[in-house]
């Protein structure tokens, strides 16, 4: 049940995120500006249709694996994608949550623009509390194949 439960809450949110990319895909602007590092007040790239459209993608293709990897829809791949789809997704998502040590996540040193100080507040915590929920989906579904009564 605990994987199920986790699998379920953070595919939910990846898929609200791939929502709005295709809303920024499609020409919307509404909260686009505070979404890309910046610069001296410029930002760092202007994200493109097909970047919108491709991160959305990715998104619920996480969403599908962590999905899977949870037990609410079937395994249509290798038997090993259960396991490792999630755990990917899950580093991932770490990975960004942690930054690149400059403009993104936790341990970035420009941390004066609007982007940063969101990323602080609401980005990376984001990204980090789905990246561990990613990986409990697989924690808990082992422990309830173990019989723990976890799951």
């Known amino acids: 049940m605990a994987s199920r439960i986790a699998a379920g809450a953070v595919a939910i949110a990846l898929v609200a995120i791939a929502a709005l990319h295709v809303f920024w895909g499609s020409r919307g ?88 100080v969101l990323d602080t507040r609401f980005y990376s915590p984001l990204c980090a509390l789905l990246g561990l929920g990613a990986l409990w989906v697989v924690v808990a579904a082992r422990m309830a194949r173990c019989g723990s009564g976890i799951d």
């Open 29 to 116: 602007q509404l909260g686009r500006s505070a979404v890309v590092p910046e610069r001296d007040g410029k930002p760092l790239f202007v994200p493109t249709r097909v970047a919108c459209f491709s991160v959305a993608a990715l998104l619920v293709a996480a969403a599908w694996l962590l999905l899977v990897g949870g037990g609410l829809l079937p395994n249509l791949g290798p038997p090993w994608l259960a396991t490792v789809g999630p755990v990917g997704v899950g580093l991932v998502l770490l990975a960004r949550a942690i930054g690149d040590f400059r403009y993104v996540g936790f341990f970035k040193t420009v941390r004066a623009s609007r982007f940063a």
